[in-house]
């Protein structure tokens, strides 16, 4: 059981938008700054596309955003591609002591 | 070009040990706090430990169990896993954390523990 909860699956067709939510509570989600979202293609080393919450490290598209409200944060794509296709994490600070996980998400553009 | 190569895992016995390396370069190793994190099969990820200069921090689930160092001179992180359980059956990635975002993270190394 994850520390934060995602929703297995998700999908869409290329051009759509979707988004991922990422439910945690008032020690982590809800009492901090500190959120990321993780992109994993099996077999390959996950890669931030997120940070503090609304955050886009360079090189990552601006298809990809992330906001948050209350104890939950989420991730949009818009204008889907078919190389987003991949597992999506979300990661929170907690307690301002250690991080904590969602179980992920797997995104399958249809 | 940051790079992180884990080295370490394999087959262990419940009860045993490991010790996983993670080779650093690309960058100036002593300035960033460095992390464990682990993913069992099928799983999510789990967070395990984090060194920031001298201090260290471990995920409950394998606190007085395993220990993480870091070697500057040699720009290499460490994880000594002792007392392994079924559990702690994952692929171990290191990972580096800029500002707290973990920015670069290595290709993983499985540990499997089954007798």
């Known amino acids: 059981q994850s520390a934060l909860t995602q929703p297995a699956s998700v999908s869409g067709s290329p051009g759509q938008s979707i988004t991922i939510s990422c439910t945690g509570s008032s020690s982590d989600i809800g009492d901090s700054n500190h959120v990321c979202w993780y992109q994993h293609h099996p077999g390959k080393a996950p890669k931030l596309m997120i940070y503090?919450?609304?955050n886009r490290p360079s090189g990552v598209s601006d298809r990809f955003s992330g906001s948050k409200s209350g104890n939950t944060a989420s991730l949009t794509i818009s204008g889907l591609q078919a190389e987003d296709e991949a597992d999506y994490f979300c990661g929170s600070f907690r307690n301002s002591i250690a991080w904590v996980f969602g179980g992920g998400t797997r995104l399958t553009v249809l | 070009e940051v790079q992180l190569v884990e080295s370490g895992g394999g087959l262990a016995q419940p009860g045993g040990s490991l010790r996983l390396s993670c080779a650093a370069s690309?960058?100036?190793?002593?300035?960033?706090?460095m992390n464990w994190v682990r993913q069992a099969p099928g799983k999510g990820l789990e967070w395990v430990s984090f060194i920031r200069s001298e201090t260290t921090t471990y995920a409950d689930s394998v606190k007085g169990r395993f220990t993480i160092s870091r070697d500057n001179a040699k720009n290499s992180l460490y994880l000594q896993m002792n007392s392994l359980r079924a559990e702690d059956t994952a692929v171990y990635y290191c990972?580096?954390?800029?500002?707290?975002?973990?920015?670069?993270w290595g290709q993983g190394t499985l540990v499997t523990v089954s007798s």
């Open positions: 990972v580096r954390d800029y500002s707290y975002a973990f920015d670069y």
């Open positions: 503090g919450v609304t």
């Open positions: 690309g960058f100036t190793f002593s300035d960033y706090t």
